[in-house]
């Protein structure tokens, strides 16, 4: 047992010496390539995971060679060298199968217009209209006076029509 420890020490020597870990010259261990990568990944998580988008393309390019695959494992082969999940396999074909080729273009981001609602439009237009008859009106009640102060001038008694009577 002792001897396969030996053994297996001198195997990783010779395999540190064929790397250049330590120098030949030297048997204390002098190393002249560190053993450790210079600079270590990051092993922090990102704080929110980007989300994958795929394109129509794509879809339709994986859904293809889905359909090809068939039964036997091809497709469990295919998903896993795509990194895709059979539940993304199954939303795409539905989509497809429906018909609905939006389904498959990405959705645009952000709020949707507000539809414009009927009663508004109907609600602009007599906006508009009582603006139009307030000025008309107002125009009118001038011309009343003006016709007045002439009749006065000139001596021309008016009829008056009181509130409450029909015209």
């Known amino acids: 047992m002792i001897s396969e420890k030996i053994r ?28 450790l ?3 270590p990944p990051d092993p922090e998580v990102p704080e929110k995971a980007a989300r994958r988008r795929f394109t129509v393309g794509y879809k339709l390019q994986i859904l293809r060679q889905a359909d090809v695959c068939g039964e036997g ?11 895709l999940y059979s539940s993304h396999l199954t939303t795409w074909r539905r989509q497809r199968d429906a018909g609905i080729l939006s389904g498959l273009r990405p959705k645009p981001r952000g709020r949707k217009a507000n539809p414009i609602h009927p009663l508004e439009v109907e609600n602009e237009q007599l906006r508009k ?17 003006v016709q007045k102060k002439i009749s006065q001038m000139l001596g021309i008694p008016l009829e008056t029509f009181e509130k409450g009577e029909d015209d």
């Open 73 to 83: 494992g091809g497709v469990g082969a295919l998903l896993r060298r795509e990194g």
């Open 129 to 145: 209209e009582n603006s139009r008859l307030q000025k008309r009106l107002k125009q009118a009640e001038l011309i009343i006076e």
């Open 8 to 35: 297996l020490g001198q195997r990783m020597e010779e395999f540190r010496r064929a790397r250049g870990a330590l120098s030949p010259g030297n048997s204390q261990g002098d190393h002249s390539m560190p053993l």
């Open 37 to 39: 990568p210079v600079n």
